[in-house]
């Protein structure tokens, strides 16, 4: 079983609709979960991160965390053509090592 | 903001060769740097972290001495790839940490070296 798991995708949304991106992982002691945006040939960059359960908002961002499940969610509300990209899931362990998941390519139809 | 930079951004070399990648906080003084490597359509997998002065600290799987990872100060890393084969051909992307380890530290990525062994 790999440590975290997505959906490779890729996922197809109309443009300014809900994108919905799920991640599971297995160890857990993990302690704070990031969801990263990377566009082909780019290095990853930070969307938001989560440590408590439930949901933390931030602009059209919502992340969802339920750690009794090792689940923890992505929305994207009113998606634009510009959210199309990769969306990494990453877990930080309790030896506070990052480990990613392989990633959900994400399209948003224009 | 945190700016990590990395050098080449792109390097195309012979089978056999050996390359070198720097690392380098602009900004900031960097505890911790980590070094991973993403295939096409794969994620980023953790080759080694290291910590200034010490020796880095490799993945299960990843050679050491074939990966040369040097934190010779706060603010530069160096990864060589020895002899270099066409399947050591890949994106290399290095992190940099400020501060304490905690479980929200936050990582900083450069922008990512593209290597190809012909």
Request: with cysteine.
């Amino acid at each position: 079983q790999k440590e975290v798991e997505q959906n490779s995708g890729p996922l197809s949304v109309p443009e300014g609709a809900i994108a919905s991106l799920n991640c599971t992982y297995s160890d857990r002691g993990s302690q704070s979960f990031f969801w990263y945006r990377q566009y082909s040939g780019k290095s990853p960059e930070l969307i938001m991160f989560i440590y408590s359960n439930g949901d933390k908002e931030d602009g059209r961002f919502t992340a969802q965390l339920n750690k009794a499940s090792q689940y923890v969610s992505l929305l994207i509300r009113d998606s634009q053509p510009s959210d199309s990209a990769t969306y990494l899931c990453a877990v930080r362990t309790g030896g506070f090592k990052t480990i990613f998941g392989a990633g959900t390519r994400l399209f948003v139809k224009a | 903001g945190a700016v990590v930079s990395q050098h080449p951004s792109w390097v195309i070399c012979k089978s056999g060769t050996s390359v070198k990648i720097e690392c380098r906080s602009l900004d900031f003084q960097a505890t911790t740097m980590f070094w991973y490597r993403q295939f096409p359509k794969q994620s980023l997998m953790l080759m080694a972290t290291s910590n200034e002065g010490s020796k880095a600290t490799y993945e299960q799987g990843v050679e050491k001495d074939k990966f040369l990872i040097n934190h010779a100060s706060l603010t530069l890393s160096t990864l060589t790839v020895t002899s270099a084969h066409p399947e050591d051909s890949s994106f290399y992307i290095c992190s940099a940490r400020e501060g304490g380890l905690g479980p929200l530290y936050e990582q900083y990525f450069g922008p990512g070296t593209r290597l190809t062994v012909t």
